[in-house]
């Protein structure tokens, strides 16, 4: 340990005494988020000591050579494979660890059911909402790098959250922005909330350069090394609107007191105004590491890996406001947010198709928002009994056979 790793290590005895003794669990370790989250446990080890952050399981959907690899490294408790047919190949590379391994949907909510103090869920779109409900139950801090499964179920998860006592922070940057500025505030002093977006790779595109737009130019995000699919989300705005859904539900406030702001820098992460003109906002490099180590240590702070703001460099902060018409998707999901009820649920279910259309080569990146609209329009009006957790997951299933149909008539035009 060098000299200044030591000195941070006997100035933050306090942090670790508290910190240390915390299990963590990580659902979707092989993705963006979970890589990220094992890179600020590993640096958290060589500042406060090796038994910092230990991991109590790891899961991945199939990616079972980088589990295997990360299982190794870290030594959890558990690590599990989604896809059944890759349990063989898990148990063999785990052979001789003592790492208990196990396979399926069933096995990652039980993995989330188990012992830890925090369970980071880092799993993509709405197949993370019953292991995070799961995680939840337990009455623990759950950190949630998942919108969607928010935006899918949010009555669900509010009245999860207020029977289990569960503290949920938000590792999105921008909502755990909103979750640091607020610390604690009453949200009925808040006048406005504003999100800030990149813009994406397309932030200058006309609509025609759009329309030829390719997988790989879409996924080239100017400022964040994310996966596929919320790049996309990005480039098309759609990933501002359903965090915008999620900050309505997470935070409790009405739709006409959140706002976006296009800001290209992604230095400020949000804005939060109150009633007297006070406008505080948080800053940080474009790094997700650093809402990461929020999380995983809340509600203290440690060391972490992540890149460090130097505003002298980046120069310049600038801000515009978003163009609807070329961005539809933003409009779209402003519309849902506000009409409620199942409307964000078939909205996250026909983005998830539409967009794994898109990656795939089967419709044009413009057909993305064309097909939400058709697949909103298309949807059952919701009743009261589809407020449980039952009729979510059946109006999903509903939304996307309606919208990979919608998706297959777009491919043979």
Not at 52 to 71: F, H, K, M, S
Not at 107 to 134: F, K, N, Q, T, W
């Amino acid at each position: 340990m060098n000299a200044l790793a030591a000195i941070r290590k006997d100035f933050a005895l306090p942090a670790l005494e508290r910190v240390a003794a915390r299990r963590v669990t990580i659902l979707g370790s092989t993705g963006s988020i979970g890589v990220n989250t094992l890179s600020v446990i590993a640096h958290a080890r060589e500042i406060y000591g090796p038994d910092a952050l230990g991991i109590e399981a790891l899961t991945a959907g199939g990616n079972v050579e980088t589990l295997i690899e990360q299982a190794r490294a870290f030594k959890p408790r558990l690590a599990v494979i989604g896809d059944e047919k890759l349990l063989p190949r898990l148990k063999e590379g785990l052979a001789g660890t003592g790492i208990e391994t196990a396979a399926g949907r069933a096995a990652v909510i039980d993995a989330a059911s188990r012992p830890s103090d925090v369970v980071m869920v880092a799993i993509m779109g709405a197949a993370a909402i019953e292991p995070a409900l799961a995680a939840i139950a337990r009455g623990v801090t759950v950190a949630l790098a998942n919108k969607e499964c928010v935006v899918a179920a949010g009555a669900v998860f509010r009245d999860a959250i207020a029977r289990s006592g569960a503290s949920v922070i938000p590792v999105d940057s921008e909502h755990n922005a909103v979750f640091q500025v607020l610390g604690g505030a009453d949200t009925a002093q808040v006048e406005r909330v504003t999100l800030t977006a990149s813009g994406g790779p397309f932030r200058e595109w006309s609509l025609e350069r759009m329309r030829a737009a390719t997988a790989k130019e879409a996924v080239a995000h100017p400022n964040w090394a994310m996966g596929a699919k919320i790049s996309v989300d990005s480039a098309s705005l759609m990933n501002k609107g359903l965090e915008l859904i999620e900050a309505h539900f997470l935070f409790a406030l009405p739709p006409d007191q959140l706002d976006v702001i296009v800001h290209p820098q992604s230095v400020v992460h949000c804005l939060v105004t109150y009633g007297d003109g006070s406008t505080l906002a948080h800053l940080s490099a474009p790094d997700m590491r650093t809402p990461i180590a929020h999380a995983l240590a809340w509600p203290r702070r440690i060391s972490s890996p992540s890149n460090k703001l130097d505003l002298a460099k980046v120069g310049g902060l600038t801000f515009f406001a978003p163009d609807h018409e070329r961005f539809p998707c933003l409009r779209i999901a402003l519309d849902c947010m506000r009409a409620g009820g199942l409307a964000p649920t078939t909205l996250n279910a026909a983005n998830e198709v539409a967009v794994g259309a898109f990656l795939e080569g089967r419709i044009g990146f413009l057909d993305i928002p064309a097909v939400n609209e058709e697949t909103l329009n298309a949807a059952e009006r919701a009743n009261a009994a589809e407020a449980a957790l039952d009729g979510v997951l059946a109006a999903d299933a509903r939304a996307r056979t309606q919208a990979a149909e919608f998706c297959r008539q777009r491919s043979n035009r």
